[in-house]
């Protein structure tokens, strides 16, 4: 449907103007995002959406991490863009594996704080260990609170 | 479930909107979905599964549809409507659908044949959750109950959400006037014969009673009991035997409107259902009679 095309384009065109905002916002902790990357990040957001099977209407959810994580000790200029990607992709996968049952901020939290915490800036521990073990819980009942404490 | 039928408006051809017209719906659609998603979400989450979207768009669907059919105002005309105003009528209509619903509920139980079956049992029992989980707001084309026993005459799948509900529990209510024209004793001996343990099994009550007692009508019988013996069977098939499918259509309407007139079936929906139930019959009677053999249409004991 051709209506559907121009909603994405414009959903394109205000997570760039977003993502160039963030800019002004992150480089006084040495961070900043070219046009380039910030159209391969914004391409990569809807890639992450279709491949997990889900659909964003409004404001996408890269703003958020960008402010969220920009501030982390483990994040660095050289692999920015890539963390900021990973970090898109295994929200999207772990809003689906908790059921929806988390918030974005509090999911977004709890990513940060394990990040910075036990995960010592390792992607991989963050999604296959701490965030798996979250959405379990979730499943059951858990309240995501306790944040780096599992 | 298959919800196509319920997106004929955004087919341009099917309501003569031009493509122009079609385009703004589905903006206006899609403005909806974006809306009621953040509903849903409480503002939580950006995103959301594609299946919930669907099932959310899928509700916009219906209650704009309900609303326009309801209105008979041209979705030309709708396209000028603020949408999320449109919205809180189609609510206002399902609430008085409820309402209605909830009224046949009360009578249907009260009218309950005086024959156990597991399953109509079950599936009002379930009825019942379905006016506790029913959501207007965001899921009003689900049936989110479970609705095993079946009708003589289906519900058809072009209904949703309450209006199947509703026309659920009118059809019931009908087959449960009929069935309580005659003595329990005579349901539990007919449907013993139709399935031994009728009580546990997935069967419609209605539709083996009616059958036999149209048998009766048609044999030009006056008593109240429901047994067609053997002898009876011989005179129906000799009867029948050399009639066309078109010829049996035409005794079986005329058989079917006295025999509601003789158990006072007052309202022409009744009539109209035990017609219908007898008409459907025909394809089955007539292979019977080729083969000379009633006994899978009318019961004996």
Known sequence: ?150 | MNTSALFPFTDPSANDLSLQDTEQLQIKLWQLVSYQSKRYTMGDSSSLRIETAEELFTSICFLLQLYQIETHIPWQKLLDSNFKELLKESRSLVKARIAQAKSLYARTQQSLPKIKNDFLEDTLTNIGIFFQKYDIYFFAHQIPCIIDYPLACPVPETLYGIEYILQYLQQLLIENHFLQCFPSMDLNCLLSVYIPDYESSLINLYEPVAINAWGHQLLVQTNNTLNISHQEKVLLQQRFQHLSSPELHVIAAASAKKLASELSLSTPIETDYLQHTIDSLIPRLKVALNAQNLNGIFMSW
């Open chain 1, 1 to 150: 449907m051709t209506f559907a095309l121009e909603t994405i384009k414009l959903q394109q065109l205000a997570a760039i103007q977003e993502l160039q905002e963030c800019n002004q916002f992150t480089e006084k902790f040495g961070l900043t995002l070219t046009e380039a990357q910030i159209q391969r990040l914004v391409n990569e957001r809807f890639e992450a959406l279709q491949e997990n099977g889900r659909i964003e209407f409004g404001e996408g959810v890269l703003k958020k991490l960008v402010y969220a994580f920009c501030s982390s000790p483990y994040l660095y200029q050289f692999d920015y863009e890539d963390t900021i990607a990973a970090l898109q992709e295994t929200f999207y996968y772990f809003k689906n594996e908790s059921d929806d049952r988390l918030s974005d901020d509090e999911l977004i939290t709890f990513m940060k704080q394990t990040f910075d915490g036990k995960a010592q800036g390792s992607l991989e521990y963050l999604a296959e260990t701490s965030l798996e073990e979250l959405c379990r819980k979730t499943r059951y009942g858990y309240s995501p609170d306790g944040g780096d404490s599992l």
